[in-house]
């Protein structure tokens, strides 16, 4: 059996769409490449179960790594024929029960995306000709082709991010790492992002290359470290010094649990796939174990969570099969019996990852006057299959303050809070973090999150008529009130005498002025000293 063309791979996931409707469907993505292809992707899942872990597929990014789009296909249809007949699952040496099959189906969703690139694919598959990029033009006349894998958000810029004469990709659209005209500047590149912005709850994120027997996982920058978290991919002050491996002036920061976690599952990986053929697998960080790339999925995937707060930490991995770009077929069948049993043991391993959501991020505690406390309460929502424990919760920056170190366990699909406590230490801004990892009781698997506080303390001299602290109305709400405004007004000024009328009166014009808008400062002064003081009005 000879290597599927593309479009025979297009085929193929549509034919598995229309023929197991209850397990999975196709999807169509909105970017249709230069030549005018457009691309599918196949999502398994089935069962009640409506939150939870996202698994994400990607291959052939690369055009004459053709083996991947057969590999991704046939895990599919292995998953789907398995679940369907209620059979084991045999690869080999390794065998996977019908009940772990059925276990993924249920519990995760499987989003498969075989073919990225299939301009490059079918032009490497019929013209002969060794080809890695897309077919789009470039930024030089006649010069086609990007490659996609050096084409995503993520130190995409490399002159400027990275140390002179290091080449994490290049700017020369003859080479065959030639990065393209912007970040996101390709079709097949929007693609890849695209399925990952419309499944938030995507976990595991996993790139399929060829060749070299490589488990590879972040950074692809530079070498990692978890001792300083501000030598890190946003901070420019360590600009044109990233990417040389053996000087210690930059290593790219990941969270010890992280690393921890990535080691431990990329070792899991490893094994799952030795036990077909006793293939060996090589595990680590792309910089180290590959060699240094800037704009590469995985390091863009993993990095999404560091830069947008709102989004899902991913896990990525990238796996670069067999010795070969294209080897003999009998031989690809077997790499595609080592790469699926792999890709089987993360999906099994996708359900024993606790998953949280934390609101409000950031904790935004807003002015605070001093001698005074406010406490917040953020929710904590358990996403994932079975329980959660939070352990290690610990709090940074003066003024804020927990009287907890642990909580839970948070049962499935329920919720907790955590009670924090802001006593402002002086005027002006103050900003913290807490910190917590997390882990489902009984599992070893850790995470670690952390949600960003933000407060202001603020203070007015002693006997101030201060204004009032309310919450926004609604325009009905605001229009009954100036309705009846005047009247109130009248009949305060004819009490004017009495002491603390007139703070009492200016307030209430303010609370009328800002109706709306609401007034959170406990700080704005309406009149400097009144001449009698007040009672303490409590807001
Ligand atoms: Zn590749």
């Not at 391993?349 to 406390?373: C, S, V, Y």
């Not at 929502?381 to 920056?397: K, P, Y």
Request: include cysteine; charge should be neutral; aromatic fraction near 10%.
């Amino acid at each position: 059996m000879p290597y599927l063309n593309t479009q025979e791979a297009e085929t193929k996931l549509e034919l598995l769409s229309l023929q197991y409707p209850a397990l999975c469907r196709l999807v169509q993505l909105t970017n249709i490449t230069y030549e005018g292809r457009t691309s599918h992707a196949l999502i398994l899942r089935t069962g009640s179960r409506v939150k939870r872990p996202g698994v994400y597929l990607v291959g052939c990014l690369h055009a004459r790594e053709w083996g991947s789009a057969d590999l991704l296909l046939y895990l599919a249809e292995t998953l789907l024929i398995s679940y369907t007949n209620n059979t084991d699952v045999t690869l080999i040496g390794a065998t996977f029960t019908a009940d772990k099959i059925r276990s993924i189906l249920e519990n995760v969703e499987l989003i498969i995306f075989p073919v990225v690139n299939p301009d490059g694919r079918t032009y490497n598959q019929e013209s002969g000709i060794s080809w890695r990029k897309n077919r789009a033009p470039t930024s030089q006349a006649g010069v086609l082709g990007t490659d996609i894998n050096r084409n995503f958000n993520f130190l995409w810029d490399y002159p400027q991010y990275f140390l002179p004469g290091t080449y994490p990709a290049s700017t020369n659209p003859q080479w065959e790492t030639y990065y393209g005209t912007a970040p996101f500047s390709e079709a097949e590149t929007k693609n890849v992002k695209e399925l990952a912005d419309l499944h938030p709850n995507i976990r595991y994120f996993v790139d399929v290359h060829s060749a070299g027997q490589l488990l590879l996982y972040p950074w692809g920058d530079d070498t990692n470290q978890t001792n300083d978290p501000l030598m890190n991919f946003r901070n420019s002050s360590y600009n044109a010094m990233r990417g040389n491996i053996d000087d210690t002036t930059y290593s790219e920061y990941m969270e010890q649990v992280d690393l921890t976690r990535y080691q431990n599952t990329s070792n899991r990986l490893k094994l799952a796939l030795q036990q077909v053929r006793s293939k060996q697998y090589t595990p680590g960080p792309t910089s180290t174990t590959l060699y240094i790339v800037s704009g590469a999925s995985l390091d863009y995937m993993y990095s999404r969570h560091i830069v947008d707060r709102t989004k899902r930490k991913i896990d990525t991995f990238l796996i670069e099969w067999g010795q070969a770009f294209q080897p003999a077929y009998s031989e690809m069948t077997e790499i595609i019996m080592d790469v699926s049993s792999a890709l089987i043991e993360l999906c099994l391993t996708a359900q024993e990852l606790p998953l949280t959501n934390k609101t409000p991020d950031p904790l935004d505690f807003k002015t605070i006057q001093l001698g005074t406390t406010k406490t917040i309460q953020l929710r904590l929502d358990n996403l994932g299959i079975g329980a959660v424990e939070l352990f290690n919760i610990q709090i940074q920056g003066t003024g804020f303050s927990i009287n907890l170190t642990t909580l839970g366990p948070i049962q499935e699909g329920d919720h907790s809070f955590i009670p924090v406590t802001f006593v402002p230490p002086a005027n002006g801004p103050a900003t913290g973090k807490l910190i917590f990892k997390f882990r489902k009781p009984g599992v070893t698997t850790e995470d670690i999150a952390d949600v960003q506080l933000l407060a202001a303390g603020c203070s007015v001299p002693k006997g101030s008529c201060t204004a009032p602290v309310f919450s926004p109305s609604n325009w009905f709400v605001c229009l009954l009130l100036a309705i009846a405004a005047p009247a109130v007004i009248l009949g305060m000024l004819i009490l004017i005498w009495i002491p603390g009328m007139l703070c009492a009166l200016k307030r209430f014009i303010f609370r009328v002025q800002h109706c709306t808008q609401g007034n959170d400062n406990p700080c704005i002064v309406l009149i400097k000293y009144t001449l009698w003081p007040l009672s303490k009005r409590n807001n």
